[in-house]
């Protein structure tokens, strides 16, 4: 379903901003995609021959790729434990759970299940899950490759061609990425500037787009801001208990105590 299936509005209303992403979330995706695009750069030079020639100065490259590497994680980290999580953790919990929808938006490619794809469609979520995935793999592996006393020659030779074969799935996964984010002037406006217009939205993820206009959650955090309704439940006091027990009301009868002990 497109925006042309929709009722027309008035344009100030389709050009609505909406918060998309916190300034934790965005700081979380460009400082994981430097550390990635620089293992990915670096590891490209080293691994191929004649880059490496051409390039020179092995040794740091090697030092700038195991630093960029031990850094992939300390983003996730910072914005996951910070004062400012409440987006992050919200938006991690919307990329770990998957719908029937975003199946077959997968499998057909976004040709269908497309009026249900919320704040992230599946393609998103499939990319966060390899990153999530890919950052352990490649820190374990690189990690035996680059201390590798304390391990037998199996283990060397196997985080080896784990580390060759998963840097070749970062190199196109990443490219995909990028190519896709170019050809959506509207999601990669929403991870610079923070927001999206309602146009895209309703357009892209009417799902979503229905939850913001529903709760009027513009914050990014995925919390309801709507103030909770006051609870109407009602604790008795001990001596109130009573009284409802009895039909004597505690404090009236002190007031009337009171009352006759009270002189002249």
């Not at 009722?7 to 934790?24: C, I, Q, V, W």
């Not at 690189?142 to 201390?147: A, T």
């Not at 309801?224 to 004597?248: F, H, K, L, Q, Y």
Request: a positive charge; hydrophobic letters at 40%; one cysteine or more.
């Amino acid at each position: 379903m497109t925006s042309l299936s929709r009722p027309a509005r008035l344009d100030t209303t389709n050009d609505e901003p909406l918060d998309r992403f916190s300034p934790a979330e965005r700081a979380l995706h460009w400082a994981t995609a430097a550390a990635v695009l620089t293992c990915a750069v670096t590891g490209l030079v080293l691994y191929v021959g004649p880059l490496s020639s051409l390039v020179g100065r092995r040794n740091l490259l090697k030092d700038i790729h195991v630093i960029a590497g031990l850094s992939m994680p300390v983003p996730l980290i910072l914005a996951y434990l910070g004062r400012w999580r409440d987006a992050v953790r919200a938006d991690i919990g919307r990329l770990s759970r998957w719908t029937r929808a975003d199946r077959r938006w997968l499998w057909t490619r976004g040709l269908e299940g497309a009026e249900r794809v919320g704040k992230f469609n599946a393609g998103q979520k499939a990319n966060a899950a390899f990153i999530a995935g890919m950052i352990p793999v490649m820190l374990a592996s690189g990690s035996i490759m680059r201390w590798f006393e304390p391990f037998p020659l199996e283990w060397r030779t196997g985080a080896t061609f784990v580390h060759d074969w998963t840097a070749i799935a970062t190199w196109l996964i990443v490219a995909g990425h990028i190519a896709f984010a170019l050809a959506d002037s509207g999601s990669l406006r929403g991870m610079i500037t923070g927001q999206v217009t309602r146009r895209w939205a309703e357009d892209r993820h009417p799902r979503w787009a229905s939850e913001v206009s529903r709760t009027g959650d513009l914050s990014g955090d995925g919390r309801d801001p709507r103030p909770a309704p006051r609870s109407s439940r009602w604790v008795a006091r001990p001596e109130e208990d009573d009284a409802m027990n009895t039909g004597w009301d505690p404090r009236r009868g002190e007031r009337r105590r009171e009352e006759q002990e009270w002189p002249g």
